[in-house]
């Protein structure tokens, strides 16, 4: 059963596989079969993220998820996939569990069972790019990110990352922004040290996102750098599991969807009631979400930190911004 672990820590790795993407090393550290009762996780309850429901629950917001695909029948996730598309010839359905959880972390239908998503109305996106071992190739990443947009995403959540980009891949990452798309994408689970982020969270211009713990601290496997953007919770996060399961994860693989999830809520609510500035771009959406982050290390930005801990209810409200550093 977890043999994909076996592989996703184990050994040295050969060149093609440091050219290919690859999940960020992830452990699943409990798994419930028996019914769970509607659980808002500790993320959700410690920024918040109930009361911003009175508001918006990510209504009429596209999410897509480039991952390891989804169980399409799990009870939380089964209305809220849209579309789907495999491009790693393993078929959509997620042997993996990964892409699952990332799913359920972002949207998870508030339906009186399992686990609640951070935009629990919003609507997913499913892009099969790793197979069900982890891994992907960098051209598989690159067209996903192509089809998402072409497949009316408004926001692409990347929990991945390789060790070096590629020029395809660089290009498809200026494409989704240039498109006017939302890109959010992990730090990566290599901890801390002058520059350990992987790509696409190396490229500039993405909103890269690190990992904090319970007690609102950096998680000590999250990747630190020149790059790293905001924070959010990544450490034994509640979410949906394969086949109709539920598990908790840590890494900034958990993070990642929580800031999309977050995004959603922020854009449904400009759409739908307007706000004090705009926010349909990658720049704006930086902006709104960095401009009212708790700091969590140092005053300002830092490399292990970025901007700080994402603040959902001050960043629909608030109206002053922070420039790139």
Request: charged residues 20%.
């Amino acid at each position: 059963m977890f043999g994909w672990l076996r592989r996703l820590f184990g050994g040295a790795k050969s060149q093609e596989q440091e050219l290919r993407g690859m999940l960020p090393p992830f452990q699943v550290e409990a798994i419930s079969r028996e019914e769970v009762k509607e659980i808002i996780d500790w993320g959700l309850q410690s920024l918040g993220i109930p009361d911003i429901w009175k508001i918006t629950q990510g209504e009429g917001i596209k999410v897509a998820i480039l991952d390891t695909g989804v169980a399409t029948t799990h009870p939380d996730l089964k209305d809220r996939v849209i579309a789907t598309k495999d491009f790693t010839n393993d078929g959509i359905e997620d042997a993996n569990g990964h892409g699952t959880h990332c799913g359920g972390i972002v949207a998870a239908s508030q339906n009186d069972l399992g686990v609640v998503g951070v935009a629990p109305k919003a609507q997913l996106i499913i892009g099969k790019v790793l197979n069900d071992g982890g891994y992907g190739t960098l051209e598989w990443i690159a067209a996903g990110m192509e089809w998402a947009v072409e497949a009316g995403a408004d926001i692409i959540s990347m929990s991945l990352g390789a060790s070096t980009g590629s020029e395809r891949l660089k290009q498809a990452t200026q494409k989704v922004i240039d498109q006017g798309k939302i890109l959010i994408v992990a730090a990566g689970n290599s901890g801390e040290g002058a520059d350990t982020i992987k790509f696409p969270g190396g490229y500039p211009d993405v909103i890269c996102v690190g990992s904090i713990n319970r007690e609102m601290r950096r998680s000590s496997f999250s990747s630190t750098g020149r790059n790293l953007s905001i924070m959010a919770p990544g450490e034994s996060i509640l979410s949906c599991y394969p086949p109709d399961q539920y598990a908790r994860l840590s890494g900034t693989s958990m993070a990642t969807p929580f800031v999309a999830g977050v995004a959603a809520l922020i854009l449904s609510k400009h759409r739908t009631h307007g706000g004090k500035t705009p926010c349909e771009n990658q720049k704006q959406m930086y902006e709104h979400l960095t401009k009212v982050a708790v700091d969590a290390e140092d005053p300002g930005w830092d490399k292990n930190t970025g901007w700080g801990i994402v603040n959902p209810k001050k960043s629909i409200e608030e109206k002053h911004a922070h420039p790139k550093p």
